[in-house]
């Protein structure tokens, strides 16, 4: 971080907790205490590039003009607000009440829209992305966190689906801007070593709890007891911290000179999967030919979002066990196919299928794995540079006949 960078933020931060207030969260072991200089030095180590602030600054003067503004968070669990307990808020919350305390007069209006999503990676957040987020407000949002650095590990694209989905988002008719989150796990690990260059190269604003964080840990004057709730989420008081670097990215973008031009937007093979869609039993694309088969069920044994209660992915296909084995099949013409199943935790129930692509079987999915919570999983079928028509089965494998198997949708690119 740079001295201009770093008076913003210092002068950000300074704002933060005059609007927030400096009282502590209550927890256990050791707190940095609201407030202090070892706070405000931790808070502002977090912002680890500035990125071009041409976009937030205009979401910002379009709240303060009165005009009401869409403020969107997608990521994992920790975006959902897990283990936010006891009276606390997830990070999304507070800074949402950050945003509006700053940016938005009397009279004005903000909404918001929560599409985290627990256990899941990018992969799935580009394919949903419309449908958690864009279907969910009356207008497109206008400012969007992601927040993905502890969940990638489990991409099967290597970090292609974290840039497609930025790209998605970026390109919106509407110019929306991004600010990139990236938590961090007990273990002290995240992910933001692949995913910062990409967010370098779209000149995004990014901010990353681990630098804030991992120095006062690794010291011991904070404990991993005071911001952590276990190996993966942050307690009450990591929830506000997180916030607190958040609020204060923003606050330092709207101190700043203007960026002259918005970030030009590169021509990437990285964001090869930017246009994809769900499809799903109720998003048939007119191109596309589905056969059931056997997965005549709908499966309800499934994780539900926890600010709605709805299910993650209802319009899906349970295979009936007591059936023959007949395939789901999938004809569609596409040059990127994303298959998204779940990963049941009635391992006596569930069993093991076959995919099989333009006739030659490409994989088997456990549907039952170790370590499995009725959560969605993705393996990619299809990733070519030219759109084909591509025949997709999916039967249950030798040795599963009886067992049961949930396709809960597909992503594609035509």
Known sequence: MDATI??????ALAGTLA??????????????????????????????????????????????????????????????????????????????????????PEGGSMRVVNAGMAGTPSTIGMIRYRRDVLEKSPSPP????????????????????????????????????????????????????????IGARYGLPMVSIKDAVVPELEKG????????SDIYHPTNYGHRLMADC?????????????????????DSAGARFAPIELLDAARLPASAR????????????????????????????????ARANEPLVLEIECRSLILVYKKSRASADFGEASVIVDGQEVDTLDGAPTGGWDNPWTTVLVDDEASERHRVEIKMASGSEGKTFTVLGFGYVK
Request: charged share 20%; net charge neutral; hydrophobic share 45%.
């Open 142 to 197: 206008d400012l969007v966190f992601v927040e993905f650095a502890v969940n990638d590990g489990d991409d099967p694209t290597n970090g292609a689906a974290f840039e497609s989905l930025v790209r998605k988002i970026l390109d919106s008719p509407n110019e929306p801007a991004v600010i990139l989150i990236f938590s961090v796990f007990q273990s002290r690990w995240n992910l933001q070593d692949r995913l910062a260059p």
């Open 19 to 104: 609007v927030a207030g400096c009282a502590s969260v209550n927890g256990p072991g050791n707190e940095i205490k609201r407030g202090s200089v070892a706070y405000e030095r931790m808070i502002g180590r977090s912002l680890l590039d500035a990125g071009n602030n041409r976009r937030i600054k205009g979401v910002i003067a379009k709240a303060r003009s009165g005009k009401e503004v869409t403020i969107a968070f997608i990521g994992g669990s920790i975006t959902e607000g897990y283990n936010a307990t006891d009276g606390g808020s997830p990070y999304a919350a507070l800074v949402a009440d950050g945003f509006r305390s700053a940016f938005v």
């Open 6 to 11: 770093g008076r913003l933020v210092g002068a």
């Open 246 to 266: 958040v609020i204060t990215a923003l606050k330092a973008a709207d101190a700043a000179p203007a960026s002259p031009r918005d970030a030009p937007i590169p």
């Open 290 to 321: 589905i056969s059931v088969g056997s997965f005549t069920d709908k499966d309800l044994a499934l994780p539900a979002f926890k600010s709605s209660g709805n299910f993650t992915f209802p319009e899906n296909w349970r295979r009936d066990a």
């Open 221 to 228: 004057s904070l404990s991993d007891e005071a911001f952590f």
